[in-house]
């Protein structure tokens, strides 16, 4: 029998998957019960806008989703690419020198708008104990932990080290684990200037990657079936079959690439994997709140992205700057807090007027908003965490996605490099036998 892999789910980690498989010649197919791909980070299509149902962003230390934008065809185009920058107007303009590192960070603390030498003192003493311990840390250790033991000053707790620690882990710095933000920031402000660089996507999320992973596949033999949604997964003797698979085939290979809420559903339809079903329910999670303003082509932010100091909202960042239409603004507002029990409206009026006070500036009436709410956008990155690995009980059977035991949070990139992971221990069982 010529081995055979489905991979349920179409987002970033299941086309990463997908697409290393193919490229080794392995026949593959991917079975999405939606009918957009990209999972929880996609295009969405309201009242003729064209939007993400969330923000992201990516770092120049994000080496394997970038390796594979352009291993399928992926324009440089698509990313904008920024020097590590800090804007919160009126308060702090930080960004990184065009220089080898250290130098990158050192020169743009020197020259950095908003800090004095205190403040400069701080981060540079928080960066060397990082480096003086080779970015291992307690693992009981808090982010705010960290910032207590370092003696960070409170403007570069509130301008600098909460906001990249909710931007990065999507976690409150009082329960975020200061090992992952070291991680983080070990590949980030401790490394190259490229690596520091912000990448933020001037395509939408779903053509970014996903949509291109699928013409890949189209090439060599994959196939994707969208809107086939997969209910069950049932050993035997030869393979895995699948509850809403029209082929009724056994599988190889099955890899779980849906979002952990699912996987534990699939999971225990296999009767062979409860307890790791549990231990997936069990990882906390938070949401993401995003919030689409359409101000009109005469409103522009003085940078593409900007950090927002005086709350509900943490970042905004000017859709028009990115490729897409001028004065369309997207607000963020990472992990939990009392913006939860706002209603959408007034949470539109309190953004807009967040804005109006930090810009310094009166902005029209948004012409059209949407509020999009990703309930468990991601895991809650907090110490102690016990994240599952790519392997389940079940012969055959593979996990992947974001919430996949690494050295990230939940990213893009954890989500592509545990899909590129199951590929290399897939290719390893198959290749062999097949040579």
């Not at 933000?181 to 490394?191: E, K, M, Q, Y």
């Not at 999320?205 to 060599?220: C, G, H, I």
């Not at 003085?302 to 950090?307: Q, V």
Request: proline share 6%; aromatic share 6%.
């Amino acid at each position: 029998m010529v081995p055979t892999v489905a991979v349920i789910g179409a987002g970033y980690a299941g086309m990463a998957c997908a697409v290393e498989l193919a490229r080794a010649g392995i026949h593959v197919t991917v079975f999405e019960r939606s009918h957009v791909l990209g999972g929880r980070a996609r295009v969405v299509r309201k009242d003729g806008w064209v939007i993400d149902n969330g923000q992201h962003i990516l770092i120049g230390a994000y080496t394997e989703l970038t390796r594979l934008l352009r291993l399928t065809g992926g324009s440089p185009r698509q990313l904008e690419r920024l020097p590590l920058t800090l804007h919160f107007p009126g308060h702090l303009n930080l960004r990184a020198a065009p220089l080898p590192a250290p130098f990158h960070l050192a020169l743009g603390l020197l020259l950095a708008r908003g800090l004095d030498g205190r403040d400069r003192l701080a981060m540079l003493r928080l960066m060397r104990m990082l480096k003086r311990n080779r970015f291992r840390l307690p693992a009981e250790l808090t982010v705010d932990g960290l910032l207590t033991t370092t003696r960070q000053t409170a403007r570069l707790r509130d301008l600098v080290w909460v906001p990249l620690c909710l931007a990065a882990l999507n976690t409150p710095s009082a329960e975020a684990s200061a090992q992952i933000f070291a991680n983080v920031l070990r590949d980030s402000l401790g490394a190259s200037a490229a690596a520091s660089e912000l990448l933020i996507p001037r395509v939408d999320l779903s053509e970014l990657f996903p949509v291109q992973a699928a013409r890949y596949l189209a090439t060599r033999r994959g196939k994707l079936r969208t809107g086939n949604p997969i209910a069950g997964i049932h050993p035997g003797e030869y393979g895995l079959t699948l509850d809403g698979d029209p082929s009724g085939q056994p599988w190889s290979h099955v890899v779980l690439a849906t979002a952990p809420y699912h996987t534990v559903t699939l999971l225990r339809s296999t009767g062979q994997a409860d307890r790791l079903a549990a231990q997936i329910e069990a990882l906390p999670h938070e949401p993401i709140t995003t919030l689409y303003l359409a101000l009109g082509d005469t409103v522009k932010l003085p940078d593409a992205m900007i950090g927002l100091a005086d709350g509900p909202a943490q970042w905004a960042f000017d859709r028009g700057r990115l490729g897409g239409p001028a004065g369309l603004l997207a607000c963020v507002i990472s992990a939990s807090g009392a913006h939860e029990n706002v209603e959408h409206d007034a949470l539109i009026v309190a953004v807009h007027a967040q804005l109006e006070r930090e810009l310094g500036t009166r902005l029209p009436a948004p012409q059209w908003s949407q509020v999009i709410v990703e309930k468990r956008a991601t895991f809650a990155c907090r110490t102690g965490l016990m994240r599952p690995g790519i392997q389940t009980p079940v012969s055959g059977l593979w996990l992947a996605g974001d919430y996949i035991e690494s050295d990230y949070p939940a990213t893009l990139e954890s989500a592509v490099r545990s899909g590129a992971a199951c590929a290399d221990a897939i290719k390893l069982r198959i290749l062999p036998k097949s040579n």
